[in-house]
């Protein structure tokens, strides 16, 4: 880990920095597949699904008995895990609901918002080494408590044209019924474009590779909505003397294992506890499964020594940490004072893993500084917000002259003469 | 108007059209100007004025000098308007803070959301004929009361070099004071990147033609967040024989001079009124200032006779009108089956107009469809939500093991550990 002492200011702005991604410019073969999806539907996806999946697949809907088959197969002690899991999710994102409250703004003018799910939603799982089950969770519970009429799934078939067992339970599980096996750009331009098999959906969320982080912006630029704008997964532990070292060790290297690019941020307020991190963080990194990911990604993490306090919580809301762990004594000042961030762990027993399955907050986040500007995915995402006013007799005469005023001051005639005829009509009574 | 009966569903898709935008590709543009203003700045920036707006001005940011003469220039009667409107639109935006509620999701897990302001962020209104001081109040107030720190706001300068009065004095008054004579591409670039005398954003509102989309778009791929998607204007009414047709006719009419490429739609259950309607309009438009431009978007607009009350509220949801109009008397069945709109007017004295300044409501809605997906501008779109997780011994106890068994699951080993490791300190105690 690189120890750094103090920074000065200036330095900040390059300790935030991600690593520049070397990111292609993918638009010109997002924009080949699309419009083949557009042109041939269903075919064109199957030719892409053998080009990068390497399988054939005639019908890419997964059927009944693929979904009876991997309840069988998934364990009873994971069911049970995601049994809790789901519950928890569930109660966390059912609070969320927005109760509706009118006002009455001027006497006569009631105004208000009511919430309504998107109709139409799409969630994409990768495919790789890691079955990421837990992502099903936190994408279809909520659409579900939102209300989404209609969720469609995109995940990628491996060789054998199957998908990991633990992702159809989960997706079974939720009550998800349109479950296909399509991964990549060509996934992402199916539920854009609509097929004969695959609906056209509103919105579109999921994490996954460059590719398909392309073909998100692609689908953008088509008229439809995308959860976030992604970027390799980042956490920063602020500790103090009452952090255990063993701990924060561990969660430095469980945001370390997910990738080579993972961003990984240490501070600390005493000389002593850093050393103490890095000794464990060796230690412990030595019998990871993922050691090769971890050690590339610990390489380029910083250890960072902050003495001042008020220092300590600028540099923090300047960096905008996806995930961060609070293990001070004093939680209360940086929770006051933090303005950017994703999810916060407090205290020495709230492990960022316990956010990735199972404390109940979502764990799709914005990373590379966008908790600057975005919010972590929550109930809002799966919905949207209408506004309704009503206004009565007594209300247009409360705020009718304002409009003429204001809407003649803009040059719109016509606007004012909406607000005119309904006060002559009411004169005239 | 285009007079359609009782439309069959195949008709609908075409029916809910918009009209296609023959959107030249300036990404080109966008590119190079952003580029130019990356190397030189401010100099880049006043360039495009002068090639732009026909001006050269060799300081952009208004002076107090220019605000004190614009609050004495604005008439005292514009300036009550703007206080009552300003006054309802922020009662009805603060009522939309969230109030933090902590929920148990399993003992010992304690979750919360906690609401953060953006800290900086952009408003750009467009020049033009009409000075839209109403979008300063639609776009700053909430921005104030979600607490945003810094708030940038440029607009065109005409080619004098001056503001429309109206606007600085709006901008003034809710306490705006980094106000920049800069417009266009020009704008958003200054906002995206940061010049010496603009600084940068990380949220950019407002609306604009298709240099400013074009400018936003560019922003979004460099990382800044966008209000929405833009596009132009629309309404569509509903109205029944309750419902009075020199109301319904004046409606559609303000939303008709906004621009020809406005989108009007009137829905009526009987024939009757379709012809009163029509009428009506043809009666109102003729003492237009802007009659031009309103005749040539009513051409296009469409009167639509549909008798089922289920298939109107369909048509309405394929729809998604940004702004909707319920004039019947049965308003219960549409409201509560509503699925899709921007804004909902009520009644037959809750003109449009009402909501583009005074009633309380934001007008910066979503159109184009985008109905289906966003939102419009809300207090929710000035700031963004953080997820708080807190976990006792008890709670680590309680949902440590199926953290670990979904981790192992996922072949995250490291993920697994950091409850593991919290586990066993807890078993020695």
């Known amino acids: 880990m690189k120890k750094i002492i103090n920074p000065d200011k200036k330095q900040w702005l390059s300790l935030c920095e991600r690593p520049a991604e070397d990111i292609e410019d993918l638009s010109k073969s997002v924009q080949q597949i699309f419009q083949e999806i557009k042109q041939n539907g269903d075919e064109a996806v199957a030719k892409y699904t053998e080009i990068f999946d390497e399988v054939r697949l005639d019908n890419t809907e997964v059927s009944e008995g693929e979904i009876a088959k991997a309840v069988n197969e998934v364990a009873e002690e994971l069911k049970e895990a995601i049994a809790l899991a789901k519950q928890n999710i569930e109660k966390f994102h059912a609070s969320q609901k927005l109760t509706k409250e009118v006002i009455e703004t001027s006497q006569g003018v ?178 990871l499964p993922r050691k090769g990911v971890a050690e590339k990604s610990i390489k380029n993490s910083k250890l960072i020594l902050i003495e001042d306090k008020q220092d300590t919580i600028d540099f923090i809301n300047e960096y905008a940490p996806e995930h961060f762990i609070l293990a001070v004594k004093e939680e209360g000042f940086y929770l006051e004072n933090l303005v950017n ?12 893993s316990a956010g990735d399955y199972a404390s109940g907050t979502n764990h799709t986040l914005p990373t590379n500084g966008y908790a600057r500007s975005y919010s972590g995915v929550n109930l809002d995402t799966f919905s949207k917000k209408i506004t309704f006013q009503k206004i009565n007799e007594e209300g247009i005469k409360n705020i009718g002259a304002a409009i003429e005023v204001m809407a003649a001051a803009e040059g719109l005639q016509a606007h004012k003469n909406a607000v005119t005829l309904r006060l002559e009509n009411l004169g005239k009574e």
């Open 110 to 287: 009631l105004c208000w918002q009511e919430t309504r799910p998107i109709e139409k939603i799409g969630i994409y799982i990768p495919g790789g080494t890691a079955p990421l089950f837990s992502t099903v969770l936190m994408l279809a519970v909520p659409a579900k408590i939102a209300g989404c009429k209609e969720i469609v799934l995109c995940t990628p078939p491996n060789k054998e044209g199957k998908i990991n067992p633990a992702i159809l339970y989960t997706a079974n599980l939720i009550g998800i019924d349109k479950i296909y096996k399509i991964g990549g750009i060509q996934a992402i331009g199916a539920m854009t474009i609509g097929t004969e098999i695959v609906p056209k959906v509103y919105k579109i969320f999921g994490p996954g590779n460059q590719y398909v982080t392309a073909a998100k912006q692609q689908a953008m630029l088509e008229g439809i909505a995308i959860d976030m704008p992604a970027g390799p997964s980042e956490l920063l532990v602020l500790a103090d003397d009452t952090a255990n070292p063993v701990f924060v060790a561990s969660d430095l290297l469980s945001q370390a294992e997910h990738g080579a690019d993972s961003q990984v941020i240490c501070i600390v307020n005493d000389e002593k506890l850093m050393y103490q991190v890095e000794r464990e963080v060796e230690k412990q990194i030595r019998v």
């Open 341 to 352: 961030a994703g999810s916060v762990f407090i205290g020495n027993y709230t492990p960022e």
